[in-house]
């Protein structure tokens, strides 16, 4: 069945440094990626997606980018802050299909910022 | 309230009980999703309803059972679960469940089976 990788599992960068986490998909179909972001005590909320039509999208101090074809994606935070720790979950869905929102999650990261 | 809303938000219960987690959206979306969140793995979706029409079950046990009275509220009951069935229960809504693009989640039940 489809699947998503997420890696790392576990990240910890200094304030102020960049961080990245890297995912790939399975199912070539995929059009739509989404990141959640996870606090504690909360549920994912939404903090950037990308259609695949596009390879790159930018959000102030987020990036996401897309390589489809090595069905490859990144989000990227630069000059982080405190309150960017959280846990992120990468996920691939085939929008515009049957079971369009069935999406598959990454396993998550979980980020920590050093002050 | 706003957003999407679960209760309780802490169940802790034996193998011979029953209960149920409940589940209110206030977004006008007309499609709802249960999520199993356990720890260091992917979520899994359990169940999606469409204006009250279960429209995805991907192979839940039957100790789960979902209902869905009107498009604004969700409900999981649960009945002679077992311990590996501790884990966060997420709940999700979303425009409707095949062209939408965000997924907006409530703040989880954290379940924990004795």
């Not at chain 1, 059009?31 to 950037?48: A, M």
């Not at chain 2, 802790?12 to 006008?28: D, F, P």
């Not at chain 2, 046990?61 to 409900?75: D, G, Q, T, V």
Request: glycine share 6%; charged share 20%; aromatic share 10%.
């Amino acid at each position: 069945g489809e699947n998503v990788e997420q890696h790392p599992s576990t990240l910890s960068v200094q304030e102020g440094d960049s961080a990245v986490i890297k995912c790939t998909y399975s199912d070539s179909a995929s059009n739509y990626f989404p990141w959640y972001k996870q606090e504690l005590g909360k549920g994912p909320q939404l903090i950037i997606d990308i259609r695949s039509n596009v390879g790159e999208k930018k959000d102030q101090r987020i990036a996401v980018t897309l390589n489809k074809t090595a069905k490859h994606f990144s989000l990227h935070i630069t000059e982080t802050q405190p309150e960017d720790s959280a846990v992120y979950f990468c996920a691939a869905s085939r929008q515009g299909y049957s079971s369009a929102s069935k999406i598959i999650f990454g396993s998550g990261t979980r980020l920590s910022i050093r002050p | 309230e706003t957003g999407v809303t679960q209760t309780p938000r802490h169940l802790v219960m034996g193998m011979t009980n029953k209960k149920s987690l409940k589940c209110e959206q206030h977004l006008g979306h007309n499609a709802m999703y249960w999520y199993k969140q356990s720890a260091k793995k992917p979520l899994e979706l359990m169940f999606v309803y469409s204006l009250e029409e279960r429209v995805e079950n991907n192979s839940v046990p039957s100790r789960f059972s979902p209902e869905c009275p009107n498009s604004s509220h969700l409900f999981l009951h649960l009945h002679t679960l077992q311990p590996e069935d501790s884990a966060l229960y997420l709940c999700a809504s979303s425009q409707d469940w095949t062209t939408t693009n965000e997924q907006f989640f409530g703040p989880g039940t954290r379940l924990t089976v004795l």
